[in-house]
């Protein structure tokens, strides 16, 4: 049984908005849910973290419904530089990175 | 302001030997953690310290100690090595208290033949 279920990739254009979705059934109830990026040969970088309800920095929106089961990072009109792998970071019975989604933008 | 440190960056290790992964923050962080990501997949966390003289396992410790030295350092100790720990090690700090939001060190790529 998966702890948490993200789509493995997904690609879009530059310009566009992406959303990527965490599932998470079993989530702790007093815990962040965090989102980091990754590039190649690197470690990930943080993103944006929330309890619940919408949060929004200066990179991402991030969107978690009042059952806390699920998370959408949004990410705002993409660019190249964007490409990346997405992970969602909760705490099931441990801390749990997600499966990851791959986003591939295009010009 | 380095963030996190880790050493080496880079090893290589036949069966059965032994070795001790560094990891440093300069952040003043409560939380050290340590994770492995295999080829193409996400990472699992190994270890964690909520705060200096704590340890607390991950999803899979199984093959590893871990020493929180003090409030800066944390190392993952490998005792026998075995080729299905080929993986790249990656440590990162937080400032705790509930917040996840870490900060990662650059990795150390670890072959065991």
């Known amino acids: 049984l998966a702890k948490t279920t993200q789509p493995i990739s997904m690609d879009s254009y530059e310009g566009q908005e992406v959303n990527i979705t965490c599932s998470h059934n079993?989530?702790?109830?007093?815990?962040?849910i965090t989102w980091y990026q990754q590039f190649p040969s690197q470690g990930p970088r943080f993103i944006i973290q929330?309890?619940?309800t919408k949060v929004t920095n200066e990179v991402a929106s991030l969107f978690i419904p009042a059952d806390r089961k699920s998370s959408t990072l949004s990410l705002p009109p993409v660019s190249l530089s964007d490409t990346a792998v997405y992970y969602c970071?909760?705490?099931?019975?441990?801390?749990?990175f997600g499966t990851g989604t791959r986003l591939q933008v295009f010009p | 302001n380095a963030g996190v440190t880790q050493t080496p960056k880079f090893q290589v290790l036949k069966t059965g030997q032994s070795m001790t992964l560094q990891c440093a923050q300069d952040?003043?962080?409560?939380?050290m953690y340590w994770y492995r990501q295999d080829p193409g997949m996400g990472l699992r966390l190994i270890y964690y310290?909520?705060?200096?003289?704590?340890?607390d396992k991950g999803e899979v410790p199984n093959g590893y100690n871990v020493s929180r030295l003090n409030k800066r350092e944390f190392s993952l100790r490998l005792e026998s090595a075995a080729p299905s720990q080929t993986s790249v090690y990656f440590c990162?700090?937080?400032?705790?208290?509930?917040?996840?939001?870490?900060?990662f060190g650059p990795g150390t790529r670890l072959t065991v033949t």
């Open positions: 952040m003043n962080h409560n939380s």
């Open positions: 990162a700090s937080s400032a705790g208290q509930g917040s996840y939001e870490q900060y």
């Open positions: 970071l909760v705490v099931l019975d441990k801390l749990i």
């Open positions: 079993n989530i702790a109830t007093n815990d962040y």
């Open positions: 929330g309890y619940k």
């Open positions: 310290s909520a705060s200096e003289g704590t340890t």
